[in-house]
């Protein structure tokens, strides 16, 4: 009996952690997917007029990168946030301060904006206004430690959504921006919401028909006696139709337009990396010449102390090799001139050459050792 209750809680333990792991994947899934429409709309409304706070694109936009940001944030508190809720600003804090140029000693030091959400909202607006969001984002995600150290396991932050959350951005850089950083939007009290209506409207109009329905329209409207083929498609004249063909028109042209400054915009910054990489490489490359020349002048030096010690060395055994040829004398049996100690001061000059303490220590080992062999071999006449 205790063995099937055992079972039946293991098996509602791994159910339950089926169903905690599945909820995690739809939450990334949701906000992605509908970060995506976000960036795509917000493209759509941009003209020449910069895009500010009174945008409810863009509130909505901002909502939902905050919802991304604060994905399985850990922790709700924090003794080193002045309002003690711990928000996505102390992982930026720290992941983008080796940024350069970065925007978060301004962001830190901006009057009526205290709270740790308020500055991460500011920081929003302040990257989109800098056209650097998506650098931003990614030099976090490069700092796996402190991401990992903010973040749990299954948040987008540390998957692989967050390299299709750079992509994203990317685009948002050929958006003009321009935001008042002060007021009741960065108070940091009220969460944010996000609204999802934009997005899960269903308007069945002409401007959404497609391009063979629009011909059958047209062709219908133009015939006395048809009888337009859907249902919910009233009978128009040639004017309302080539109104709505240019206002379709206009649209795509808005879409591609937007399409061509995000390509734009992703054409320069691989050439800045490129550019950064050739920088870097250039450096690379000058230093290892360095050392080469570098090894090549120790190596030069080290041959010639090398020929300098062969030459003492030559010197010292012609030096010996002169004493050796007046060795009879040395070899006498007269106590004052053949004694150890006698041959011993004749090599002092010698051994100091190649041993600077033969000749401040005579009673070196090695030079007493090596003045007694040659001692013994004279001796030996």
Not at 326 to 332: N, T, V, W
Request: include cysteine; proline fraction near 3%; aromatic fraction near 12%.
């Amino acid at each position: 009996m205790e063995t099937g209750c055992g079972r039946t809680a293991m098996a509602m333990g791994l159910t339950s952690k089926k169903a905690s792991a599945r909820c995690v994947g739809v939450e990334r899934k949701n906000l992605i997917t509908v970060c995506r429409f976000s960036v795509k709309t917000l493209l759509e409304k941009y003209t020449a007029e910069p895009i500010d706070d009174s945008s409810e694109e863009f509130v909505n936009f901002a909502a939902i990168l905050e919802h991304i940001l604060s994905h399985r944030f850990k922790g709700s508190g924090s003794w080193f946030s002045s309002d003690g809720q711990r928000s996505f600003w102390e992982y930026l804090r720290l992941a983008c301060s080796k940024v350069q140029n970065n925007c978060i000693a301004s962001i830190e030091n901006i009057e009526n904006i205290s709270t740790s959400r308020a500055k991460g909202r500011a920081w929003i607006r302040v990257a989109l206004m800098e056209k650097r969001l998506s650098e931003y984002v990614s030099a976090a995600l490069r700092d796996t430690k402190t991401t990992r150290r903010f973040y749990d396991d299954g948040a987008i932050m540390l998957r692989e959504e967050a390299t299709v959350l750079t992509g994203m951005l990317i685009g948002l850089s050929a958006i003009d921006f321009s935001f008042c950083l002060k007021g009741e939007t960065l108070d940091g009290k009220s969460p944010a919401v996000i609204d999802y209506t934009p997005y899960l409207k269903f308007t069945q109009s002409y401007d959404y028909l497609s391009d063979e329905e629009d011909r059958r329209s047209v062709d219908s409207s133009n015939s006395e006696e048809s009888v337009p083929e859907h249902p919910y498609i009233p009978l128009v004249t040639d004017e309302e139709s080539w109104s709505n063909k240019c206002r379709k028109m206009e649209q795509r042209f808005k879409i591609v337009y937007a399409q061509k400054g995000y390509l734009e915009e992703l054409v320069r910054l691989r050439e800045s990396q490129l550019k950064n990489v050739e920088t870097e490489n250039k450096c690379l490359r000058a230093k290892v010449e360095e050392l080469t020349v570098q090894s090549q002048q120790e190596k030069k030096e080290l041959e010639a102390i090398v020929l300098e010690l062969q030459a003492q060395l030559s010197r010292s055994l012609l030096q010996v090799f002169s004493i050796l040829g007046s060795g009879p004398h040395l070899g006498s049996r007269d106590p004052g001139r053949g004694s150890p100690d006698a041959f011993k001061k004749q090599f002092e000059p010698i051994f100091a050459s190649f041993y600077p303490f033969s000749a401040t220590t005579p009673n070196l080992p090695y030079f007493n050792l090596f003045s007694y062999i040659f001692w013994s071999y004279f001796h030996s006449f």
